[in-house]
C-alpha cells in the first residue's frame, strides 16, 4: 500500500528543525508540496528544503509568525494564491516555558498561549478557508500527552495544549460535514531541543518501549492521518509516546 500526496500542498509550521522537519520531509517524500514554517531560523529551514529537493521533493521555505494574525493571513493568502490550494495543514509551531505555576512569568504564560494555542486556531482558520473552496482538507495539530495527563512544571503549557484537543474535536463537527478532516497527535518525550537537559536515563525508565521517541515516531502518524489511508477518522487524538501515558 502506496502514501501519495502528489499534487497536493502541505503547510508544515515550525517545520525549521525537530519534530516539524521531519514531519515536512515524510509528508514531501509521499509527493506532497511543502510549506517548510519557520520563525527565526531561516538557515535551518533552507537546510529542510535542500534535503527534500535532493531527495527528488519540492518544498519552499516560509517565514512567519504563527502567533501573529496579519502575517498568518499574509503568508496563506500568498500560498494559496500561488500554489493554487492548500491541501494539508499541520499545526506544529509551538514552545514551552517549564516553571512551577508559583514562577512562572506572564511573558512566558502570553507566549505558549499565543504560539502553541492561538497561532494553530490562526493557521486553521486561515487554511480552512482554502480547503472549504476545495471542499476537502486535512490538519493535523500536534498536541501533547501532557496536555491529557498533566506534569510538574508544565501547568500552562499543558493548559495550551488541552485546549488544542477541544479546538481539534469542535473543528472536526465544524468542517466534518464539507469534506475536512480534523485529527489531534498527542507525542510523548521525543528527542529535540525541546526535551534537550532532560534527564534521558529517568525518562527511559519510565516508558514501557524503553526508548525516547524520535521525530521519525511521529511524523509516520502525521502523514497517515493526512493521506487517503485515514479517509473515515477526524475528531481524534492519537497518543505517540512509546506507551507512556495508558
Ligand atoms: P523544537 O525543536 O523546539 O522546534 C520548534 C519549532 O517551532 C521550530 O521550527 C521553531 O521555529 C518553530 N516555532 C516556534 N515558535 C514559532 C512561531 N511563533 N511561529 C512559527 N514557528 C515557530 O520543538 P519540537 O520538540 O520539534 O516540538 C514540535 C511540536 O511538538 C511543538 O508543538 C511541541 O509542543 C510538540 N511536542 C513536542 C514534544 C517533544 O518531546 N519534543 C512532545 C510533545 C509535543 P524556529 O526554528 O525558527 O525558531
Do not use: W
Not at 460535514?177 to 528527542?191: M, Q, R, T
Not at 514501557?208 to 515516531?217: E, M, S
Amino acid at each position: 500500500m502506496n502514501i501519495d500526496l502528489e499534487n497536493r500542498v502541505a503547510v508544515v509550521t515550525g517545520a525549521s528543525r525537530g519534530i516539524g522537519a521531519a514531519i515536512a520531509q515524510a509528508l514531501a517524500s509521499c509527493g506532497a508540496h511543502v510549506v517548510v514554517n519557520y520563525r527565526r531560523n531561516g538557515d535551518l529551514a533552507d537546510g529542510v528544503v535542500s534535503s527534500i529537493e535532493a531527495a527528488g521533493g519540492r518544498a519552499e521555505a516560509c517565514p512567519f509568525d504563527v502567533a501573529d494574525e496579519a502575517q498568518v493571513k499574509q503568508a496563506f493568502g500568498d500560498i494559496a494564491g500561488r500554489l493554487g490550494s492548500i491541501d494539508i495543514l499541520v499545526n506544529n509551531a509551538g514552545v514551552s516555558k517549564d516553571a512551577l505555576l508559583l514562577r512562572a512569568k506572564s511573558s512566558d504564560m502570553d507566549e505558549m498561549f499565543n504560539t502553541n494555542l492561538k497561532g494553530s486556531i490562526f493557521c486553521s482558520f486561515q487554511a480552512s478557508r482554502s480547503m472549504l473552496k476545495q471542499k476537502h482538507g486535512r490538519i493535523v495539530t500536534i498536541s501533547s500527552i501532557v496536555g491529557m495527563g498533566g506534569n510538574p512544571g508544565q501547568s500552562v503549557y499543558a493548559a495550551a495544549k488541552a485546549g488544542l484537543i477541544g479546538f481539534t474535536k469542535s473543528l472536526a463537527k465544524e468542517l466534518g460535514p464539507k469534506g475536512i478532516l480534523v485529527n489531534a497527535v498527542a507525542p510523548g518525550f521525543v528527542e529535540t531541543d525541546m526535551t534537550r537537559g532532560m534527564d534521558a536515563d529517568a525518562l527511559r525508565e519510565m516508558i514501557p518501549l524503553r526508548r525516547i521517541g524520535t521525530p521519525a515516531d511521529v511524523a509516520g502518524l502525521v502523514v497517515f492521518l493526512c493521506s487517503d489511508l485515514s479517509s473515515y477518522i477526524t475528531g481524534q487524538v492519537f497518543v505517540v509516546d512509546g506507551g507512556l501515558y495508558t
